[in-house]
């Protein structure tokens, strides 16, 4: 049975060295190439930070929402749990997601997700996909035909994860671009497989007619003189 879990996080903001703090977290889980049922979803109760307007435009959490959830403390070891050991998939995880969820573990001396079972499906997508001009989520997830509806007015964890899964499905399903110089090997071959290469053809001349060699020696003559 191979079983992946594809993730999201929303956050107070994107400096979690300065104080921003994860608000929720939503999970998918995919077994054998199949999307199934369970899920993993917290809203997280960010402790004080207050959430500035630029950040819940994205999302359209609030601070008085969050007041009676519970704390990452309550929240980071169920996470754990669902995860186990499993592969998890994020979209641009290496540079945000992965970093800002091993810094809320870490805080609460939990085990973080280790490096062996990150996969950042950007990387994946860079990779793998030529086309879209962008690679964000949305752009992939309209490369692919996969709605995009289910969040049209916000951001949200749980529908960020469950649309990252069925993009990393199809990621999966999309062979891997040849090394360049596999290319540049394979055409030079079929070059030198060319019938006209290396072949064994007459010699042709072709000699300069009177005229032309005449003008020839009086060019020469000139500049000689």
Known sequence: MKRVICFDIETTGLEYMRGDRCIEIGAVEIIDGVITDKTFHEYINPDGKIIPPDSYMVHKISNAFLEDKP????????????????????????????????????????????????????????NRVFGPKSYTLDALAKWYGISLTARADAHGALIDSEILAKVYLELENTAPAPDITEIIATQHQAFLAH???????????????????????????????
């Open 71 to 126: 704390k990452m403390a309550a929240v980071a070891p169920a996470f754990l749990e669902f995860i186990a050991d499993s592969p998890v998939v994020a979209h641009n995880g290496a540079d945000f997601d992965f970093p800002f969820m091993n810094y809320e573990l870490s805080k609460l001396g939990l085990p973080q997700i280790p490096r062996t079972q990150q996969i950042d499906s950007l990387v994946l997508a860079r």
């Open 195 to 225: 019938p006209k290469i290396g072949g064994n053809f007459p010699h042709r001349s072709f000699p300069p007619r009177p005229e032309e060699l005449a003008a020839h020696n009086e060019f020469i003559a000139k500049i000689t003189a």
